[in-house]
């Protein structure tokens, strides 16, 4: 698996990989479940010729059994970042927020068995 261009995967273009990006979010919205995204620093080539490849960010999504994926070179992370991010904060909305009182408790008891 570390030689992704003898996978026949499929990649797509950046714009089409936002809009779709925002899709899972809303079906996530709707139908409910996650949208997880990743990110991985490779480098495509074959494996035996590594030397001289230069390395890209593989960014992947997946929301229960649709995946989508695109391949983000050198020169392109600025823009594309920028637009994910900015995907990624109009979609943040569905986050909740912990209880930060439940893990203090924690702490106390953990600090009362180690005096």
Do not use: W
């Not at 809303?26 to 996650?34: D, M, P, R, V, Y």
């Amino acid at each position: 698996m570390s030689d992704i261009a003898h996978q026949n995967v499929q990649f797509l273009r950046h714009r089409d990989f936002l809009h779709n990006l925002s899709h899972l979010y809303h079906l996530a919205e709707t139908e409910g479940g996650s949208v997880y995204v990743t990110m991985k620093q490779t480098a495509i080539a074959h494996p035996r010729k590594r030397d001289g490849v230069p390395k890209v960010c593989l960014v992947r999504a997946k929301y229960k059994k649709r995946k989508i994926r695109t391949i983000i070179d050198k020169g392109e992370d600025i823009q594309f970042f920028r637009e994910f991010s900015t995907v990624i904060r109009a979609n943040i909305d569905n986050l909740e927020r912990s209880s930060t009182n439940s893990v203090h408790k924690g702490d106390r008891k953990a600090r009362k068995r180690t005096k």
